[in-house]
């Protein structure tokens, strides 16, 4: 099973969903991200939120259409977006994607990219139309070339990173270390069809990026 989350980010930054839809894909609704679910001709199997920003005619509308439509107050301890991804890292999905989760806000951004953190080892991935975003941990990761998403790009999270080697990189590396704040590994790409990533300690995000947000 592939849990896919739509958030309610800026629309513009949102690929074609319906090229994420697949027969084991079960999409879930964040507040003004359902909208854009429905808008798709895509049916959310679940949805949350508090839906402060969506019109009471709206959220009324939303209820007749989804039974399984789950409205929380807004004051609460956790954002709508952190709720739906705990309900699917519940359900033991083989990999799950959010989109909606970038642009606009700033706090929004890292408040997701945090949550990636917290799940960290998990498939778990931030996509929009420019953009993958992924948190791991240590031991050898395979990564394949794709043309949509040219440059590659690795940030300790950590304080530091030991022993990142890269391996079929234009720029590759060898069992060397860098700590948090380091520019060393911005803008890489793969010159092989494939090609690994390793580490020995620490967490490092990888963003897979375009020049242009024209991403299908």
């Not at 991200?33 to 009471?56: C, I, K, N």
């Amino acid at each position: 099973m592939v849990i896919h989350i739509v958030g309610g980010g800026p629309r513009e930054l949102l690929p074609s969903l319906r090229r994420y839809d697949g027969a084991d894909v079960h999409w879930v609704g964040v507040d003004r991200g359902t909208m854009a679910l429905l808008e798709a001709g895509l049916q959310p199997v679940r949805a949350f939120g508090d839906f402060d920003s969506v019109p009471a005619e709206e959220v009324a509308k939303l209820q007749q259409m989804l039974p399984d439509l789950e409205i929380w107050p807004a004051e609460k301890d956790k954002t709508d977006m952190e709720i739906a991804l705990d309900w699917a890292v519940e359900q033991d999905a083989c990999h799950i994607r959010l989109f909606g989760a970038t642009g606009g806000r700033l706090d929004h951004l890292f408040g997701n990219v945090e949550l990636l953190l917290k799940y960290a080892g998990r498939p778990i991935e931030i996509v929009d139309r420019q953009n993958v975003l992924t948190v791991h941990l240590p031991g050898v990761h395979t990564i394949t070339r794709d043309d949509r998403y040219r440059y590659v790009s690795y940030i300790p999270i950590s304080e530091t990173v030991a022993g990142l080697t890269l391996i079929g990189f234009k720029y590759p590396l060898d069992d060397c270390h860098i700590s948090r704040g380091s520019t060393l590994c911005i803008s890489n790409e793969l010159i092989q069809s494939s090609g690994t990533f390793s580490f020995s300690e620490g967490i490092l995000m990888m963003i897979r990026s375009s020049d242009f947000a024209g991403c299908p």
